[in-house]
């Protein structure tokens, strides 16, 4: 029996970061060499980065991506080894995504991408080309770089398979895997029995576990030992969070998985397996036809041994036959909660910027973004416990404070969050107190101030510009006038926010004064659709923790966080009604949910926009769908909702143009930046459609009726 111990590395993804790169790969390779790995492989494009986006078009890239790859193998550490490295080629003028598979001063061949990722976050093709030869191989002329370091003038460039003197390996990237014919259905009928997928996978709520299972399904039914490496934490655009998870699968069995999110540089998932099993797991007869009547796949000769005999497995400490595990799947809240913490860290540490400023209104939205930054606190705690010595070097350089090493989340929310209430005459007594009181509770250095002087100030200038005072509809003013009233208040909120973010640090006299704090915004993924936010009023920033977040799980996650992290204050926040304290208190509450307000429920908005993004549904589709969802009410009510929300969404599309960035984790994210790629400019009565809404629901009424006559006769 030959047994072979393989590693996959989970790397952070970022873009143009050469030096940063390359030692994060150089310290993977070193650690599964230390594991005992004579196969190391990685994520996607992880020299140049993944999210290098259009960059991906300049020759630069290109070239430091191979410079890095040269400075790698040349490192003593790749001896004897197989290393997969990601990088971008130049072939023949044409720009591929590709694997290079190679090893201490020698490249045995390149692997192109050949199915690029072209749907929702994705946009491959503006940067690659498919490789579009199946089972062939082109000559590669190498840089003068690589050819001083391996002696080789020429590589093979294609679709082929690795043979060791003991095995053979091969790869297939990310989206290839997804396809209906993925590569490694031929790979494993040909004889590979290693398949390497490296990936640049984005987090989504609850789909972790539809990929990962996708993957086991596909090895179970092929057999062989499958390594799948993924990348971790934010994408270069700071839109999307790769979500790491990681792992060595055999005949179906998995065998090892890395944390979805952390804070970790390089994470080394090491497997130890018995080859005999593949063998064995592959010997059935189907399996065997279909392999003999495989086409010839060119093969590219390697001169390692990547198994060890079954005696020196015995005798050794370190290295034991991996046993079979369970997937590992976090709760819906704990993913929100690692994935905002992960993305507000690497965002402030990235940027270098000293903290964030947060206007915390007392209502639901805000102190669940309040509560995102302690959770942020308490997953840098916990990785500067666990020894991980570059979050406390981070933490440091963005504090300015060269000792400092914190006991508790609070200590470092302190440092990290300015929260302030920005109240107005029409603000309650409830939402101010609330406000304090959370802030207290989760250490953040708070502000209360009003901005009514501010207000006056702007209707002062609108009347005398326009010599007309606008007033609010309780006081006799149209509708318009009320809702100028509104946005001047929500407006101010805006300046006064990004006025105390630049100065914030210079007057508590922080080390690092001078410095501006980044501004959170706490607008959720369901108001986002709807158009429901005044264009450059708070919901503008730099950051939107809560914009692909819906209102359902913000409230679940705010319950999840009461108990987890014993916060018995957040109950006055889940039971509040949601308000925007606009209008004077004389009109009584202002429901966000009612018909005057949003007219639609945020239950209503998320069952709108599953419709229209994950299904692709338009106005007359989700009209149907939705008689079958909602079997309690009559066809003109659901008429009346579709046809209000896809009115309201066609009315305030254009204000996606301004949206703050947020991180991705809804299937329906409006974010028109790059997830949800429609039109500002529509005809907002949609006639056509809304017509023959109108039409079917008025028939379908008559029917009932008729069917309920006919029934009370008999």
Known sequence: MAFVTVSAATLPSVPLDFAGNCERI????????????????????????????????????????WEVLADLISDPICQNMVIDLGLPVRHRNVRYNCRVLCTFRHIYFIRPKMSLAQDGLYREARHFAAWVKPRRTEVYYLESILQEITGQTTVPIGDAILSTRDTAVSCETCEELFTPLNPSTNHGLNGAEIILNSSASHAELRKLDQRLSLITNSVRKLGGLYLYSNSIGVDGEARMMYDGSSLAIVNGKVLGQSPQFSLRQVDVLTATVDLEEIRSYRSSISRSVQGAAQPEFPRIECDICLSRPAAEIYLSDELHLSKEIKLRFLD????????????????????????????????????????????MAKVVLASIESGEEQTLIDLRRITGEKEFYPQKPQEIVGRLLHTCYTGTVNSSPDTKQRAAKLAKELGAYHSDITIDEAVEAHESIVAKALGFKPRYSVEGGSQAENLAKQNIQARNRLVVQYELAQLSSTARNLPRAGAALLVLTSGNVDENLRGYYTKYDASSGDLAPLGSISKTDARAFQEWARDRWDLPVMDEFIHAI????????????????????????????????????????GPWSSYLRLLSIWTDRRPSQIAEKTMRFYRFYAINRHKATIITPSVHLSAYNPDDNRHDLRPFLYVVQWPWQFDRIREHAANLERRMEEKSSASSKH
């Open 26 to 65: 150089r310290k993977s390779i070193q650690v599964a060499k230390k594991a005992g790995a004579t196969l190391r492989s990685g994520p996607e494009l992880e020299i140049c980065g993944y999210g290098c986006l259009d960059h991906h078009l300049e020759g630069d890239t290109t070239r430091h991506s």
């Open 332 to 375: 819906p809240m704990e993913e929100i909660h690692m994935a905002e913490a992960v993305w507000l860290w690497q965002y402030l540490v990235r940027t270098n910027s000293p903290g964030f400023f947060l206007s915390l209104s007392g209502g639901l939205d805000s102190s669940t973004v309040a509560l995102f930054t302690f959770g």
């Open 578 to 617: 949601p308000t925007a304290e606009l209008l004077p208190l004389s009109a009584g509450v202002q429901s966000d949910e009612s018909d005057q307000e949003m007219g639609l429920t945020y239950a209503e908005l998320s069952q709108f926009g599953l419709l229209r993004k994950a299904d692709r549904l």
